[in-house]
T-cell receptor, first 110, second 113 residues
């Protein structure tokens, strides 16, 4: 079993849809959880960063962490064509290396 | 967050040659990292570049193949040595510390002929 697994995608949705991106993990020691967005030919850009279980909202983006189920999600409301990118989840324990999911490619169709 | 610049942004190299990739940060940072991202895949950590000491390499990566320098708190280089087509990849520099998320440069797209 991989340490971090992510919905494989690719995922295509119409503009305005609610998008749900998900990752599961096996290491219960992970404490920090991140979502990165990566546009083609660009480096990963940090979108959301959470420490504890629960929800964190930033504009159209909501990150959800459920440590008991070892499951994290990123929700995108009112999706836009500009949201078309690959989304990577990442997690770590304090002072330890990051572990990245394989990424989900999202296309939002106008 | 820190602004990270990588050079070159892309290159096409001949088999058997070496290429040095530079990473410059606009502020002093404790930790710098080098990743490889193969087409359609996620990020794999190559090594952590330590200022004033040797880099710490991950399993499967060795100093002879990927020598790293970290002369100060704002700069690092990664050399890909004796390149083969299997080294064709995106190489990414990132910065961070023990409790903060990492921030990435835009990467160097390397193709080996």
């Amino acid at each position: 079993q991989k340490e971090v697994e992510q919905d494989p995608g690719p995922l295509s949705v119409p503009e305005g849809a609610i998008v749900s991106l998900n990752c599961t993990y096996s290491n219960s020691a992970f404490q920090y959880f991140m979502w990165y967005r990566q546009y083609s030919r660009k480096g990963p850009e940090l979108l959301m960063y959470t420490y504890s279980s629960g929800n964190k909202e930033d504009g159209r983006f909501t990150a959800q962490v459920d440590k008991s189920s070892k499951y994290i999600s990123l929700f995108i409301r009112d999706s836009q064509p500009s949201d078309s990118a690959t989304y990577l989840c990442a997690m770590r324990n304090y002072g330890q290396n990051f572990v990245f999911g394989p990424g989900t490619r999202l296309s939002v169709l106008p | 967050s820190a602004v990270i610049s990588q050079k070159p942004s892309r290159d096409i190299c001949q088999r058997g040659t070496s290429l040095t990739i530079q990473c410059q940060v606009d502020s002093q940072v404790t930790m710098m990292f080098w990743y490889r991202q193969q087409p359609g895949q996620s990020l794999t950590l190559i090594a952590t570049a330590n200022q004033g000491s040797e880099a710490t390499y991950e399993s499967g990566f060795v100093i002879d193949k990927f020598p790293i320098s970290r002369p100060n708190l704002t700069f690092s280089t990664l050399t890909v040595s004796n390149m083969s087509p299997e080294d064709s990849s995106i190489y990414l520099c990132s910065v961070g510390d023990a409790a903060e998320p990492q921030h990435f440069g835009d990467g160097t797209r390397l193709s080996i002929l």
